[in-house]
Each structure stands twice: as structure tokens, then as C-alpha cells.
């Protein structure tokens, strides 16, 4: 890490701890051990800090070439909240209450408009979403009816051309050009003999 990677870590942690860790604190026992003026501080604390946050990218921009600009900042946040300063407090009565009690009411529709809307449009697309689904369950149903009846289709095919009905050859004869069969040593003819087309016995081969 070079020096300065450890001073902006530095400056980070020390930034954290003086806008939001210690108020945090500090506000924690305004609510369990104090009345409602020092919530009242803290809230407006808050709230001040809350516009802060929203600027100071811009002012980080602005003004940076201010000479010790990021300790004046340190110092800013420091005095918001301190008891002895208490800056927080003087710039939300003269500047962001009054200018936010101007604006209440458009901010309060604005808010309800974009509301209803996200609302709305978030309605939508569940609905169109739901439609979706239901169509594509719907042709993954008719794809698989289809499959499924082809498949039976093709079982019945084979089974009608391998039925009982179909033409077979016995095992170990085969037929002759004359339309007659030959069988094997294990025939009735096993001595020799063949049987003629009309069914009458032959001379039998003899033998010396």
C-alpha cells in the first residue's frame, strides 16, 4: 500500500466515525435516557446529514481545490452535531425546514404518484408474466400430447408388422425353387429321403 492508500483509509474511518458512528451513539441515549428535545436534535442531525450525503459528491467536485478542503469537511460534520455549536440545528430553521414545509405537498404527491405507478407497473408485468407461463405450459402440453401419440403410432406400426398373421421360415429349413421344403438331419426324412411336391416317396439312395 502506498502512503497515500493509507491516508485515504484513514480519512474514510475517521469520516465514518465522526458523521455516523458517534451521532449513532449519541442518538441511541437521546432515546433511552433523554427527553424529546435531544431527539429532536439528533432527528434534525439526521436530516441535515441526509441532504449532505445527497451533495457532497457535487461540492466534493466544486471545491476540492480548496486548500485543507477534506479537514474544513471533517470539521463541517464535527459542528452539526456538536452541543457547543449545534450547526445542524440553525441551518434546518433557517434553510431546509422552511424550504422543505414549501415543498411538502408536491413532494407527498410526487411520492404518491410514483407510487402508484411502481404499483401499477409491477401489477402489469406480474400479469403479463402469469399469461407468459401459462402459454408456455401450454405448448410444452400440446409438444408432449404430440410426442407421446406418435410414439404409440409408431408402436402400433411395428406391432402390425411383426404380428401373428406375418410370413415365417421354420428354423433350419429353407424353401426350395420348386416350392417344396428341405429340412435337416432331424426331419422325418432323416434317413435320406425327400418328399416330392405331391407327397409320394421317392427311390431311396443306395449305398454299395
Not at 457535487?58 to 479537514?71: E, G, I
Not at 409491477?122 to 401459462?134: G, I, N, P, T, Y
Not at 406418435?150 to 408402436?155: D, E, I, M, N, T
Amino acid at each position: 500500500m502506498t502512503v497515500a492508500d493509507i491516508l485515504t483509509v484513514m480519512y474514510t474511518m475517521t469520516y465514518s466515525f465522526i458523521a455516523y458512528a458517534l451521532p449513532a451513539y449519541l442518538t441511541y441515549k437521546a432515546l433511552a435516557h433523554k427527553g424529546d428535545v435531544d431527539v429532536r436534535n439528533w432527528a434534525v442531525y439526521w436530516t441535515i446529514l441526509a441532504v449532505v450525503s445527497c451533495c457532497h459528491r457535487a461540492l466534493d467536485c466544486v471545491l476540492c481545490w480548496l486548500p485543507f478542503y477534506y479537514l474544513l469537511k471533517l470539521g463541517f460534520l464535527l459542528a452539526l452535531w456538536h452541543p457547543n455549536t449545534q450547526l445542524a440545528l440553525w441551518l434546518y430553521d433557517r434553510s431546509v425546514g422552511p424550504l422543505l414545509g414549501s415543498w411538502e405537498a408536491d413532494i407527498d404527491s410526487l411520492w404518491r404518484d410514483a407510487w402508484t405507478a411502481a404499483v401499477d407497473t409491477a401489477q402489469h408485468q406480474a400479469l403479463a408474466a402469469k399469461a407468459s407461463l401459462q402459454r408456455i405450459s401450454g405448448m410444452a402440453s400440446v409438444m408432449l400430447s404430440q410426442a407421446m401419440h406418435a410414439q404409440q403410432s409408431k408402436l402400433q406400426q411395428q406391432q402390425r408388422t411383426s404380428g401373428p398373421g406375418s410370413p415365417s421360415t421354420p428354423v433350419g429349413a429353407y424353401a426350395t425353387p420348386g416350392g417344396a421344403s428341405y429340412a435337416g438331419s432331424s426331419a422325418a426324412g432323416g434317413m435320406g429321403g425327400m418328399a416330392t411336391a405331391g407327397g409320394s416317396p421317392g427311390r431311396g439312395l443306395h449305398t454299395e
